[in-house]
């Protein structure tokens, strides 16, 4: 059983440089969302695509993040110029609305540390 | 008001114990419900989803309350494996809202 997977794991940055997040959904989930999660708090919504179609953004995806999932499979998060509040885990996760399902589930994260 | 509530804690309960987690919610219109474990720098994991009025799963038991907008957690026999955060999410349409989480520490 293959789950969802992000790379990096881990990612370190120095405050202004860009930085892409890859997210591989479960294979045959339509539906794939990113989150941001700091310390203490639950997962934040940032944005979800179904196949290839962005369908929603929240306001917390300021101008400096875009997301794309150009055949509607793998997904990439860019960061441009990033800031030390961007210092969070990034978590992806999928869903397999095809078949009328909600449960989402989640890759194991990518930890952004902006120096 | 935050969409989604939790207390988040920590519960300290012993070992065999019987703890129960409430979460509310301000939109009427969600359709679905979840609760999901989380471990210390890990991802959320799916616990339990809640369609209707419950859903039992072992020594898990979750309840909806429409009426009152909340959902509901009830661990049973606590085991030490038990110690997570757990996390309520709901689903008004599309995305997950979640809360803060719940933090519960099982002590032998």
């Known amino acids: 059983d293959t789950g969802v997977s992000q790379d990096p794991r881990h990612k370190i940055t120095k405050r202004g440089q860009n930085v892409t997040f890859r997210c591989d959904p479960i294979s045959e989930h339509n539906r794939l969302y990113w989150y941001r999660q700091t310390l203490g708090q639950g997962p934040e919504f940032l944005t979800y695509f179904q196949n290839e179609a962005q369908l929603e953004k929240s306001r917390l995806l300021s101008d400096r993040f875009s997301a794309e999932r150009p055949k509607g499979s793998f997904s990439t998060l860019e960061i441009q110029r990033t800031e030390q509040g961007d210092s969070a885990m990034y978590l992806c996760?999928?869903?397999?609305?095809?078949?009328?399902?909600?449960?989402?589930?989640f890759g194991p994260g990518t930890r952004l540390t902006v120096t | 008001r935050k969409e989604v509530e939790q207390d988040p804690g920590p519960f300290n309960v012993p070992e065999g114990a019987t703890v129960a987690f409430n979460c509310t919610y301000s939109n009427s219109a969600s359709q679905s419900f979840f609760w999901y474990r989380q471990d210390c720098r890990k991802e959320p994991k799916l616990l339990m989803s809640v369609y209707s009025s419950g859903n039992e799963d072992g020594r898990f038991t979750a309840q909806l309350n429409r009426a009152s907008q909340y959902i509901s957690l009830l661990i049973r026999d606590s085991k030490l494996s038990d110690s997570a955060t757990y996390l309520c999410a709901v689903n008004p349409g599309g995305k997950l809202i979640f809360g803060q989480g719940t933090t519960l520490q099982v002590k032998p």
């Open positions: 996760a999928s869903s397999d609305r095809d078949r009328g399902l909600y449960e989402q589930y």
